[in-house]
């Protein structure tokens, strides 16, 4: 049973043999070397071949032919197979060699695979080949080598992408690779660089060939590829653009400064930096402030002050008695003086006091001594404390000057508009008779001493018969279909025509001016503001704060008017000047005051800090006792907002009050707004409030009862006071009969002028001249009559730097010339300036209107 299956190969083995044979003999001559049989030893005629080579995978490269080997022992015969046929014997290459370990003999045979005879098997996947050995026992296979054409596609399936991310951050960079035979092997490089994750374990590459950059460093920065190769070709991905920006952060802060003053209140600062860390890549910058301001009290110097002198001392053997005084009423300190004298005093005891120890002349002779000494130390004494006191009648009349100075009163900045008219405003359907029943006085509040009482209660005591009432609440503005389009859009071409508290204009390159009455608001477009070949319809518009809602926060205050010009994208060749009044001190040392604008959003954006601007901002302000000039070269929505450094800043309001005309009930109302000293505020209440007695939206109401339809006359006193400082009263007389007086136009501050103006009517130097100017006096000067010397006549030299970054620093310095004088400038003035520097072209403004 063992047998039967040798016996079975052994059988079949020879007709297979002779097959071969005969094919064999139909292509060879019967060469030696072609000959694919041999006889073997009888000593291994019962061994099965077993190979020592086999075939391997292989790919045809271009055009290259590979080739297959495979080698066995013993073998009497050995031929390739290839995707099920037998391969030719001539295309066989046959070694023959002996094993010299075991005597056996070694066959080897090769063929070569083609390009062409791979791509000529058409339908088949995959082409393959293996080899099989004969022996006189039997035969044996090899394993399946299979030939494949490598080839890589040039397009990568996913190529990487630039990023720009924060510092710490993970990074994910794909790639697929272009489809090839064999699969592409994927490596990365940056900047040309080998990425090598064994050296640098925060690069981690996936097996789907995506680079993973676990925490994004400053060093990580670089343009990142993706490289693919294989044994035919290597393709690189466009370079993707990694960026690792750095947000900055705030630095600690330091220590405050010292005290501004040396003694009494004062102020001090502390400052950061944004380093910690610095902004890098385009990371956003710190927000906040970088410098506080703090008010601080600093402790004043206090002089040494002498106690009383201690009793005398008993009589002492040497015929003296001594006291003592320190100085500790009050004891010197933070820097004071010393106290100025003598800390001990001696004098001689008298001769029943003084112990006697010797006798005679001699003793007589020391007592007129000591004598003598006493009567000099005493004259001494009487000295010096005569100057002592001389010194302390002096210190003490200073003080007391000092006090009376820190005791009066100091008013608290109410400035009212016309001190010389001061009555008040009552107002009628058609807002004429607004200013002839009311007959008052202004007192500081200490003038009343002994009138009125100022406590820290209630404003007014209530009347018992509930007569006198107080109602609070805000002001409802009336909305108009202007603002309302004006806070929803950032740009149209047309304007409504008839909306209040708005100037519109058409305008050229030879600029103009808009201007919106009764407000001090107005927006001046200097000549080549406007590119030549333009024509912009450009308007003024005063917002109403509770359309916007400008966001403030922590001690923020409003400072000025809500003002919008635009339309916001057109393009200025120069800033034009937007003039707006403000109602706070001027003092950048006690404020810190912003510049807000609002940006396409709707958001609110701080653009500009007063008092460090700088010339290459696109905005500049010229800051004046009650007005702002904007230097802009983009049209907005801007206000003013400041924040108080320390207790020293002031802001102004005022006062207004509205009364009946004529009343012919018993009940009286007056209506009292506190408003910000500017002119806009009266467009900020409603005709409603005034007239209809709405009493919903006023600041403060005060109904008053009169006894008899036939008192006319009414005498009040109105006190108004902040919670930290000095108050105001107010004596108000009210004659509440029929008033027939004229109208006090001048009181309702009517301005005539035209809103708009456009060319040379909205300047008053003409244009010709105003270039005339400029090229005389922007060209450097070696004795300075140029335009430095011109601002300096204007009072303009903290702008020096401004003016110089501009192209004509001459033009700018007009431009705000005009913004400042259009009311009431005298161009003879200038003229008189421009002789002053010493420039002929003063004569050039006799020129008469028709040259220009």
Known sequence: MLSAPGRCRRSAAPRLLGLWLVLAGFTSTGGSEHAATAALPAAFSDLLPHFLVEPEDEYIVKNKPVTLTCRSTPATQIYFKCNGEWVHQDDHLIERTVDPATALPVMQVTIEITRQQVEKIF???????????????????????????????????????????????????????????????????????????????NYFITTDHNLVIKKARLADTGNYTCVAKNIVAR??????????????????????????AVCGRG????????????????????????????????????????????????CGADCSMWRSRECTQPSPGTGGKDCQGLDLQSINCTSEQC???????????????????????????????????????????????????????????????????????????DLTTTTTSYQGTLRSRHDTAGKFSMTNGPLLDPLPNGSHTLHNGKLNPDPAEFVSRLSTQSYFKTLPRDVANTSYGTFNFLGGRLTIPNTGISLLIPPEAIPRGKIYEIYLTVQRKEDLRLPLAGC?????????CGPPGVVLSRPVILSMDHCFDACLDNWAVRLKKQNYEGAWEDVLLMGE??????????????TCRLFSEQLGTFALVGESLHMGAA????????????????????????????????????????????????HCTFTLERL??????????????????????????????????????????????????????????????RQKICSSLDAPCPNGADWRMLAQRLKLERHMSFFASKASPTSVILDLWEAQHFHSGNINQLAAVMADIGKQEAMIFLVSDGEC
């Open 613 to 626: 601007e700088l010339v290459s901002e696109p905005y500049y302000c010229q800051l004046e006792a009650e």
């Open 123 to 201: 339908g088949l996947d995959e082409y393959w080949c293996h080899c099989v050995a004969w022996s006189t026992t039997g035969t044996q296979k090899s394993q399946k080598a299979f030939i494949r054409i490598a080839y890589l596609r040039k397009n990568f399936e996913e190529e990487p992408q630039g990023k720009e991310v924060a510092l710490d951050q993970e990074v994910l960079l794909r790639c697929h690779p272009p489809e090839g035979v064999p699969q592409a092997e994927v490596e990365w490089q940056r900047n040309e660089d080998l990425v090598d994750p064994a050296s640098d374990p």
């Open 267 to 314: 102020w001090q600062k502390r400052s950061r930096s944004c380093t910690n860390p610095t902004p890098l890549n385009g990371g956003t910058s710190c927000e906040g402030q970088n410098v506080q301001k703090s008010a601080c009290v600093a402790t004043c110097p206090v002089d040494g002050g002498w106690s009383e002198w201690s009793k005398w001392s008993a």
């Open 708 to 769: 008899s339809l036939s008192t006319c006359e009414l005498t009040c006193q109105l006190c108004v006071w902040q919670v930290e400082g000095e108050g105001q009263s107010f004596a108000l007389d009210f004659n509440i009969a029929k008033d027939t007086r004229a109208v006090d136009s001048e009181f309702l501050l009517m301005d005539s002028n035209a809103t708009a103006l456009a060319g040379p009517s909205a300047f008053q130097i003409p244009y010709l001249i």
């Open 651 to 698: 802001k102004r309001l005022r006062l207004v009050l509205f009364s009946d005309a004529y009343c012919s009930t018993l009940e009286y109302n007056i209506r009292v707004y506190c408003m910000d000293d500017i002119q806009d505020v009266f467009k900020e209440i409603p005709f409603y409030h005034i007239w209809n007695g709405s009493q919903r939206y006023l």
């Open 355 to 429: 112990p006697q120890t010797v006798s005679g002349a001699e003793d007589v002779a020391l007592y007129v001594g000591m004598v003598a000494v006493a009567l000099c130390l005493t004259l001494l004494l009487i000295v010096v404390v005569m100057v002592y006191r001389r010194k302390k009648e002096g210190l003490d009349a200073d003080v007391a000057d000092s006090s009376i100075l820190t005791t009066g009163f100091q008013p608290m900045g109410i400035k009212p508009s016309k001190p010389e008219n001061s009555h008040l405003l009552t107002i009628q359907p």
């Open 556 to 564: 923020q205050t409003l400072l000025s008017p809500i003002v919008s």
């Open 235 to 260: 393709r690189k991905s466009n370079s993707a653009t990694v960026l690792i920006y750095v947000n900055g952060g705030w630095s600690t802060w330091t220590t405050w400064s010292s005290c501004s």
